[in-house]
């Protein structure tokens, strides 16, 4: 795998402290996922692709993740109905340490808000309120579907 060459002009520290790729249309599981990345949740080992929406309101995790994630959540007592195009999910405000990964330079760790939903059977979301705004982020298209790279640093 070749590493992102630097570009006159491409983002550097403290503007963006780590990229990786991002996929368009990426299948996941039975699901089309219109803009991917890679992410850790709390305490898990296992990185999950998930679904990058700067146009969901939470980031929502459902199934066995949101299961499994709840050990290392922080409940902030607030129940919450999403209206999606799956269908209606009812969850739970929660804080959890999410980590988007990079494949160069440093992964971004934030405590975030997310709902976890059991019920919820789509992807994993990464939405914009808790966590995408407390993120600086930009997307680079690069030359094509293996030149896409997401830049990334903390806000603080």
Do not use: K, N
């Not at 963006?16 to 790729?21: L, V």
């Not at 340490?97 to 059991?118: C, F, H, R």
């Not at 982020?137 to 903390?154: C, I, Y």
């Amino acid at each position: 795998m070749a590493g992102r060459r630097h570009l006159p002009g491409a983002p550097t520290a403290p503007w963006c402290t780590g990229w990786a790729r991002f996929w368009i249309d990426r299948p996941q599981r039975s699901h089309l996922l219109t803009v991917a990345a890679r992410c850790r949740f709390g305490s898990l080992a296992e990185i999950e692709t998930v679904l990058l929406d700067t146009g969901a309101q939470w980031s929502v995790l459902g199934g066995e993740l949101a299961r499994e994630v709840e050990a290392d959540a922080f409940d902030l007592e607030t129940d919450i109905i999403l209206a999606t195009r799956l269908g209606a999910a009812r969850g739970r405000l929660h804080e959890i340490s999410v980590s988007l990964l990079a494949e160069e330079g440093e992964d971004v760790t934030l405590s975030a808000t997310v709902v976890l939903a059991p019920s919820w059977s789509g992807p994993p979301v990464i939405g914009y309120r808790g966590f995408l705004e407390r993120l600086r982020f930009g997307f680079d298209p690069g030359e094509g579907p293996d030149d896409q790279w997401l830049f990334f640093a903390g806000a603080s």
